[in-house]
């Protein structure tokens, strides 16, 4: 088959003067039409072995200054350029030249012809004008449409003649009005971007870029419109993508820092649970215990949100768990709601957190009820899908490949488009007061980001929500359940190295583990906790410490001490999953790791643990 021209047969079989396609790289000939062989003397067979410096019969410099101003501008008048004819006589040719993109290359589209041959000039212009162009151009004049290309007309949504004759701000919004007026008395040439309003009253964003042009004594204005709605999207995606970037930054160090006070509140008052107390004390140091345990979850969902939470990632079937948890789901959404699940039948496996996976599902479940106070539908989905990289590209945060989606869709309510905008935002809630804590989104958000997928949303006033869960499919056999693990004594007679620079954090624990018969070793940071080290001749058992340290980091204290004694045992805890030991919230499998807060039980439990591992 042969090959397609790039031209528009249109173009190519016009008669009257020469038209020739030229590499804007190589500015070799491409094409050309009849006309071209007729008016420089060459026959077809040889054209393409040309190139625009062999027609070309003045100086160089004046070429190089031609092919600037069209790469500039994307288009030039001709007037009486010198050519050379191949039997080597000077041609003194007219006609106009622009640019035009065609199979990801950039060419120049030359127009010649002898002065006799004006007659032909506006059907040339006309067919380039209209069927060679990939911009919308428009053509003013005294600030009127006189004239325009079919993609003009195609992105104002009419036909041409019910454009012309139109003042060109009637396609402008009226905030954009100043601006205009003065660029056209700057006679500016930047691009710009600014909003379209087409025939219907819909706005769109556009990039103009325009050029004053004198021609037979008439001064019109030459607007190429570039519809940038796509482009728009996408640059809102990263700003949104960015935004919570930050957002999540400081979620996570604010949940680092308050774990630590958790952690000291909650281990404080056990301690002082277990001493004899009043029923007034007891009731207090409960209330005291319920609010800390609230706290822990808040911090938890920050983390959860800023991608910090430990997870414990297997192999899993979505379908299992939504049938797992349909009854609880049956529960929770009430009577006057329908519960429909639609799984598709050989859903590929995921590697998630299946816990998390599950609170997922509940929190978009209860947001859902929570649209539709009067009753509706509830659909749960599971499927197999593929996002190539037209979805990609469209969602810069998506990355080509398969995934299984879970898909949630209520009858409710729906959203606004401002509404959709923030709703992933920690705190951000449309509830009344006390009845949300604008977190549950938020925290889907951040689990499903931690798990190398992406969500996203979709409604309407009036018609409802959807929420897709994109998660990366696994080729990998489900995990097996995990035997129960054996109780162990949390009491013991070993020495530990215990570092921790939050001082309320390291007292709480070193009272606790003495408490159960350990002998203790405080240090504030690495560099003390090297000297500590050294002043007993590396008689430790044990070192616990935080992932966080100022000065030495926890990695090359762990690194030095290990170094000098090879068997040391080593417990990290954090409030925060930093790259330390921690990746993508999945602990390292040679480490040992204690999560903050974390109460008495949970801290003796995890020393013993790692002292009696084998």
């Known amino acids: 088959m042969a090959p397609q021209p790039v031209m528009g047969e249109a173009i190519l079989s016009l008669e009257a003067g020469a038209v020739f396609l030229v590499d804007a790289e190589t500015l070799a000939i491409v094409e050309a039409n009849r006309g071209f062989s007729r008016l420089f003397g060459y026959s077809g067979a040889v054209v393409t072995s040309l190139s625009l410096q062999t027609l070309w019969a003045g100086q160089p410099e004046a070429l190089t200054e031609l092919v600037g101003v069209v790469a500039r501008d994307g288009y030039h008048v001709l007037s009486a350029g010198s050519y050379r004819h191949a039997d080597g006589r000077e041609l003194r040719l007219r006609g106009f030249v622009g640019t035009a993109q065609a199979k990801g290359r950039t060419f120049y589209c030359f127009v010649a012809r002898e002065p006799a041959a004006a007659e032909h000039a506006a059907e040339l212009r006309r067919k380039i004008l209209t069927e ?13 449409v006189v004239d325009g290309n079919d993609r003009f007309a195609e992105l104002l949504g009419a036909p041409l003649d019910q454009i012309i004759g139109h003042p060109v701000l009637d396609f402008v ?3 954009y009005h100043k601006l205009m007026i003065d660029r056209l008395q700057q006679n500016a040439v930047e691009p710009l971007d600014h909003e379209l309003t087409l025939v219907d009253g819909t706005r769109i964003p556009v990039e103009a870029q325009a050029k004053t042009l004198e021609i037979e004594g008439r001064t019109i204005r030459v607007t190429a419109l570039r519809d940038i709605s796509q482009r728009k999207r ?9 935004r919570m970037e930050a957002i999540g930054r400081l979620a996570g160090g604010v ?23 009043s029923e007034a004390d007891v009731s207090d140091l409960h209330q005291i215990e319920i ?15 800023a991608r910090k939470q430990i997870t414990e990632p297997k192999v899993i079937d979505i379908n299992a768990l939504v049938h797992g948890i349909h009854s609880l789901l049956r529960r929770l959404i009430g009577e006057h709601i329908t519960l429909k699940t639609v799984c598709q039948s050989e859903l ?38 593929e996002l190539g990289s037209d979805y990609a590209f469209t969602h810069p945060e998506v990355t080509p490949g398969e995934y299984v989606m879970i898909g949630v869709s209520d009858t409710g309510s729906g959203m606004d488009p401002e509404t959709l905008a923030r709703i992933f935002e920690p705190f951000f809630t449309t509830k009344e007061q006390g009845r949300g804590s604008g977190l549950g989104l938020a925290t889907c958000y951040g689990i499903v980001k931690q798990s190398g ?20 499919r696994v080729r990998a056999a489900l995990s097996k359940p995990e035997p129960k693990r054996a109780v162990v004594s949390p009491s013991g007679h070993e020495t530990l190295l215990l570092v921790e620079d939050d001082e309320l954090v390291r007292r709480i624990a070193a009272r606790i583990l003495t408490s159960h018969g350990y002998k203790l070793i405080l240090a504030v940071d690495g560099e003390e906790a090297i000297r500590r080290f050294s002043e ?45 030991v921690v990746h993508q919230g999945v602990v390292d499998a040679d480490v040992n790791f204690l999560a903050k807060p974390y109460l008495p039980s949970d801290l003796t439990r995890a020393v013993r643990a790692v002292l009696d591992k084998k």
């Open 453 to 472: 997928g992406s969500i996203w949303a979709y409604s309407e006033v009036g018609r409802g929500s959807t929420f897709k869960v994109y998660l990366p």
């Open 291 to 305: 609010a800390a345990e609230r706290a822990a979850q808040l911090t938890s969902h920050l983390l959860a949100f």
């Open 255 to 277: 949940a680092h820092d308050f774990n630590n006070l958790l952690t000291v509140i909650m281990s404080v008052v056990k301690v002082m649970g277990e001493a004899q107390r």
């Open 173 to 175: 919004p009226s905030e």
């Open 348 to 385: 590929g496996a995921v590697r998630v957190d299946p816990t998390q996976v599950e609170q997922i599902v509940m929190n978009l479940a209860v947001n859902a009820r929570d649209a539709m106070s009067a009753g509706g539908t509830l659909t749960i989905e599971t499927k197999n899908v």
């Open 536 to 580: 007993v001749d590396g008689k430790i058992d044990a070192l616990i410490t935080d992932v966080v340290l100022p000065k030495v980091s926890a990695k090359e204290l762990v690194a030095e001490l290990k170094r000098r004694k090879p068997e040391l045992r080593v417990l990290y805890t954090s409030g925060y999953t930093e790259n330390t």
């Open 234 to 242: 996408m640059e809102e995606q990263v700003r949104r993508a960015l």
């Open 132 to 144: 060679g162009a990939f911009e919308a151009l428009g053509i003013t004049e005294k600030g009127v």
